[in-house]
């Protein structure tokens, strides 16, 4: 905005490179290399369930989706238009970055991941 305030819930343009590395900036705990760039308490405060969204979806932390029961309470994810994904599991030490053009079934690619990692 004119204030130069960022919205931060969506607008971000990223690599699929780009998303893998943010993926596992999360699963390593705000570490970058041997920094701790973000604090492991917001790690862990941003991708615990806080609210129930949609049972398709499961519950919303700060940024990130939180899984369902179907996998472990530590996979969350994020979703942007159009299918496109990061996904980190820190019980299986996986991050799964994807895009996709599934504008007509954004949850198929995740419906995939999920069963992937089952």
Not at 16 to 44: H, P, T
Not at 66 to 92: H, K, N, T, W
Request: charged residues 20%.
């Amino acid at each position: 905005d004119p204030q130069g305030v960022n919205i931060g819930g969506f607008g971000l343009h990223m690599s699929i490179q780009d998303m893998q590395k943010f993926g596992y900036f999360y699963l390593n705990k705000g570490r970058w290399g041997k920094r701790q760039l973000l604090s492991e308490e917001w790690i862990s405060t941003s991708t615990m369930p806080k609210y129930l969204t949609y049972e398709d979806l499961g519950y919303y932390g700060r940024h990130w989706w939180v899984s369902d029961e179907l996998l472990d309470r530590s996979f969350y994810f994020a979703m942007g238009m159009g299918g496109q994904y990061i996904c980190v599991d820190p019980s299986q030490n996986i991050v799964i970055a994807l895009t996709s053009d599934s504008y007509s079934d954004t949850l198929k690619p995740l419906i995939a991941i999920k069963k992937l990692l089952q």
